[in-house]
DNA sequence: CAATCAGATGCAAATATATGCATATATGAA
DNA sequence: TTCATATATGCATATATTTGCATCTGATTG
């Protein structure tokens, strides 16, 4: 296979790991630090099966990585320059400027989150 | 449904679009000018069909825009710039590691051959 | 110190839903 | 009519969601 068939589908499968609300959501709350199953499940308001399984696909795709805790497993991301990349692409993403309003301000609220505060949990505390 | 619900399904949908490796493949070779579809067809080597397929969701989402001329259409990126930060994500795949010696070959001749110049082009006919 | 129990999480099978693709058909320009 | 492209339809595959069960860990009880 040539190389830019493989290329594209990596790239394909690394988007397509991003593209469900669930996921997309849980890299959100990441983004402030690292946070256990049952929060992000909370947080979410889905089962804690969904919540599970959807990380188990980040996991996978090494987006976060995960610490255990006693009973309580802690996710976090893998690699915060993703976010930073992913931030980025945003606008280019939204295409000409006669995006959906819906999507605009979808865009506009990731960005105010993502950009926020890197996690004080993960700077100063980090106790295991 | 709250509006972080809302954004991040947004957000979502707007990364599917990217999660097919036609469409990346697409958004790469558009990324050194504008393209005929027939042209899109034989260097993707699909069939016609799923080509122009796969222009309507990028069409659809704003992604490309189109330009008739005779009986070719031709596309172009809405964002140039769409192309070169998606090669950049190479990158973090390529991050987590256990991407094989293949895989990473592959990735920098992709990456060569597709951070050709961006588009005289586009700079210097747009004639229609 | 077992033995047991409950909480937290993972995993699997079944079903529902979405997406991709090929074939066939339609449009629009020369 | 023919060429270039677009769209519709139906089927196959993939992905998501629920339900139920398994596992692991810490706490409790006897």
Not at 58 to 72: A, F, I, S
Request: no cysteine; proline share 3%.
């Amino acid at each position: 296979m040539p190389s830019r068939d493989i290329a594209a589908k990596e790239l394909a499968k690394a988007f397509s790991v991003l593209s469900h609300p669930d996921r997309v959501r849980i890299i959100e709350e990441l983004g402030s630090g690292e946070k256990d199953v049952n929060s992000l499940r909370a947080v979410l308001g889905v089962s804690h099966s969904r919540t599970s399984q959807n990380l188990a696909v980040l996991r996978t795709n090494r987006l976060v990585t995960e610490r255990r805790d006693g009973r309580h497993v802690f996710y976090r991301l893998s690699q915060p320059e993703l976010a930073g990349w992913i931030l980025e692409g945003l606008r280019f993403i939204e295409g000409d400027l006669q995006a959906s309003e819906a999507r605009l301000s979808a865009f506009e609220e990731a960005r105010q989150k993502w950009s926020g505060e890197p996690a004080s949990e993960l700077l100063v505390t980090n106790r295991d």
